[in-house]
């Protein structure tokens, strides 16, 4: 086994984000060289010797604003189906993943956000106070207490994850600015502001003690047979994890990293986002107790959790850096956000920004814990035609004989991108080669 290599993510503080992406004003000599230096460092971090991602820091609100909302996530994942969708429909908020399976690795809640809106709204303004009950515990409860509860603590998920994804749109629109102002033109810019709407998406990554409470809640649920598979299908999942946990192909074992040759506990698979930028929240960890004796009624559930620190200090946000040919694992502060280049700013820079592979991985041998993060996805419109002239494909993802063995997973862009394609026609391809009938991770 080799240590863990750790990627330290380049820090750009948000009041330089600012200066840089404003009209210039009169700076002096030192703060222009200054300045300079930082855009430097920034298309250096960007770019094709890059890692193709970097952190904002000292973002105001935004910390209150994170923790708001991730603090959320696991609640609404493990929330009984009735009452979760009834919460999602009142807070406009859709879904992306089957959450009838339960054995499924993530919970995702999704909703378009309007750049129109996000352009408008002030980030100065005070920021929704955390409910008095937001630290509780609630056990044992009766149906008309569990609803007022969650209701009460939910009233504000809407606005929360408006106004902290609107930051994030910002961002990474800001940053766009600045791509552009080293590359020429203002091709990034204009794309996200034709798109007119980005996602975002609030991810809770399971445990192994999730997934035991949405086994015991399925029960209650559907036929005697759906029961029985839903409990088979479980059992294997769990025993399975357990063989990894267990066995020689574990990704993180205490601050060690197995070879990455077959690496099988993933909260998410090795690929490409395909959007212009990714923006990410840093994550927060849960540690939950046994949550088979935390059951609310019928009617609902609901975990119990703490706040965790970062298992061995990272992210679990891991990337492959083809320049080095390694894998490596992202380190960063927890009030930062991350900022990742996608396959479309790759394509619209011609290969002045760099795309990144990367994955979630799981600690190893913590069973109950479970990840929360919040990403806002930045792409152009569906319309938008993507030229491939003046730009190689094999520049930008690097495949050799010595890559790592999760590159046969990774559909290589060539066989998705053809001259004059919209966006929408890229994307489309895209998902069919990753997870289509025939993809290359529809039977991951």
């Known amino acids: 086994m080799e240590e863990v290599k750790v990627l330290e993510l380049y820090q750009l503080h948000y009041s330089d984000l600012l200066l840089l992406s404003s009209t210039p004003s009169s700076c002096g000599e ?17 770019g094709p010797k890059g890692p193709g991602l970097l952190s904002i820091t000292a973002v105001p609100n935004a910390s209150l604003l994170r923790r708001n909302l991730l603090r959320l996530a696991p609640k609404l994942a ?12 009142e807070h406009n908020l859709g879904t992306d993943v089957s959450l009838k399976n339960p054995c499924r690795k993530v919970s995702s809640f999704a ?7 996000a352009l408008e709204s002030v980030l100065g303004k005070p920021s929704h106070v955390i409910h008095p009950h937001s630290n509780s515990e609630p056990t044992y409860l009766d149906v008309d207490e569990v609803r007022n509860f969650q209701d009460d603590e939910f009233e504000n998920l809407s606005n929360v994850f408006k106004d902290l994804g609107y930051c994030m749109m910002d961002l990474g629109l800001r940053l766009a600015q600045i791509c552009d102002k080293f590359i020429g033109g203002r091709e990034l810019e204009r794309s996200l502001l034709e798109s007119g709407t980005a996602k975002g998406r609030l991810i809770h990554y ?3 003690l999730d997934n035991l409470l949405l086994r015991e809640t399925g029960r209650s649920k559907g036929s005697s047979k759906n029961q029985a598979n839903s409990k088979k299908d479980c059992e294997h999942s769990l025993n399975t994890k357990q063989d990894h946990l267990q066995g020689p192909n574990s990704v993180i074992t205490g601050n060690k990293i197995d070879s990455y040759k077959n690496q099988a506990d993933l909260w998410q698979e090795w690929h490409y986002d395909y959007g212009i930028f990714t923006v990410l929240t840093a994550p927060m960890f849960f540690v939950q107790s046994n949550s088979s004796e935390n059951m609310a009624t019928d009617q609902s559930s609901v975990s119990c959790s703490q706040e965790s620190p970062y298992p061995n200090g990272y992210s679990y946000l891991q ?24 396959e ?14 990367h994955c979630v991985s799981k600690p190893v041998k913590v069973e109950n814990i479970s990840r929360e993060t919040f990403v806002v996805f930045l792409q152009p419109a569906w319309s938008k035609k993507f030229s491939t002239s003046d730009y190689t494909m ?18 290589p862009l060539s066989s998705r991108l053809k001259d004059g394609m919209t966006f929408a026609e890229f994307s489309r391809e895209t998902t069919k080669q990753y997870y289509g009938g025939s993809g290359l991770q529809s039977k991951r």
Not at 30 to 46: G, N, Y
Not at 111 to 117: R, W
Not at 397 to 408: Q, W
Request: no cysteine; charged share 25%.
């Open 30 to 46: 030192d703060q222009v060289s200054r300045l300079e230096k930082i855009r430097t460092a920034i298309m250096e971090t960007l």
């Open 78 to 89: 493990l929330l009984h189906p009735d009452n979760r969708k009834r919460l999602l429909k």
């Open 111 to 117: 909703m378009q956000l309007k750049y129109a809106e």
């Open 206 to 208: 399971h445990s192994v």
């Open 319 to 342: 990337i492959f850096d083809p320049n080095k040919n390694t894998v490596l694992m992202v380190k960063t502060s927890p009030e930062s956000f991350i900022i990742q280049v996608g």
């Open 344 to 357: 479309s700013a790759d394509i619209l820079s011609k290969g002045k920004l760099r795309s990144t592979l």
């Open 394 to 411: 094999e520049d930008s993802h690097n495949s050799n004989e010595s890559a790592p063995d999760f590159h046969k997973i990774i559909p």
